[in-house]
């Protein structure tokens, strides 16, 4: 797959606000935050989409979650509540192409989804 700015960031090679970095998963601050606390946790090795997804990503994907959960703690976030999202390709608007989980929460974020 193409490279992202994401990659980049998991490399080093692009600024931003990292949180939490292992060998499978990087988490960074949202540049342009929706909520309070706006986190994106990616993949290291790149995987397009959640359509791209095969068993050899199970162990990435499974830490993503971990990861989330320790973060949320570490937010203030775990008690009152948070949203996991992962948008897939267009019509979920998805913008970079290397799969995140964007953790989201620290205000009331309403309804999942508008009509
Ligand atoms: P999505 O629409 O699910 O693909 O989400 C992409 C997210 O990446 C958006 O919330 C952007 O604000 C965020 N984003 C884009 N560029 C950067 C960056 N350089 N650092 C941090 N977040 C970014």
Known sequence: MADTIFGKI???ELEADVVYQDDLVTAFRDIQPKAPVHILIVPNDPV???????????AALGRMF??????????????????????????AGQEVYHL??????????????SR
């Open 48 to 58: 397009e989409t959640v359509a791209h997804v095969e068993p050899r990503h199970e």
């Open 66 to 91: 971990t990861v989330a959960r320790k973060l949320a703690e570490e937010e203030g976030i775990a008690e009152d509540g948070f949203r996991l999202i992962v948008n897939t390709r267009d019509q």
């Open 10 to 12: 998991v490399r080093g």
């Open 100 to 113: 995140h989980m964007h953790l989201l929460g620290g205000r009331s974020l309403g309804p999942m989804l």
